[in-house]
C-alpha cells in the first residue's frame, strides 16, 4: 500500500503521469487499464504507486527514487508483489512486456525533474490532510 509515502510524493508521481484535477486520466504502466486516483485500495481500478526494484529486495525501506516508482493498477501491484518489474513482466508474452516497458520508460522519463512535480502537487492543495465534515 502506499501509506509510507507522503501524499505530495504520491500525488506528484500521478500528476507526472498524467492524472487530472478530478483524480481521472491516469492508466496502469503495466495492464494500461484506466485508474483513478484517491480511491480506496481494495477497488482494483485504484491507482497505487509502485516499485521496480522492491523494497523488499533492494533492503532500503524508504526507497523513494522516483525512477524506481511508477503508477500501477491495484491489481497488478497486488500480483507483481515482492518481485522486480523484469521478473514479472518476464511471465506474459514478449508483446504485452514490450508494450509495459515502453509505457514504463515514458513515465520515467517525465520524472526527471521530479521536484517540479511535487511543487505542482504541493500547489494544487494534495499535501493538506484529509478534513472531516
Known sequence: MA?????????AHYLAE????DGTGLTCAIC??????????????AA??????????????????PWNLVCVCQGCNSRKKDRTMQA?????SAEFAAAAWARI?????NKVNFGDWV???????YSAKKRSK
Open 32 to 45: 494500461a487499464r484506466d485508474i483513478r486516483a484517491g480511491l480506496h485500495n481494495s477497488r482494483p481500478e
Open 88 to 92: 514479472y513482466l518476464s511471465g506474459f
Open 105 to 109: 520508460g515514458q513515465r520515467l522519463a
Open 119 to 125: 511543487a505542482a502537487a504541493g500547489v494544487a492543495g
Open 18 to 21: 498524467g492524472m487530472r484535477a
Open 48 to 65: 497505487t504507486v509502485d516499485h521496480l526494484d522492491p523494497r523488499a529486495l533492494t533492503g532500503e525501506l524508504f526507497d523513494r527514487r
Open 3 to 11: 501509506r509510507w509515502l507522503p501524499r505530495i510524493q504520491r500525488y
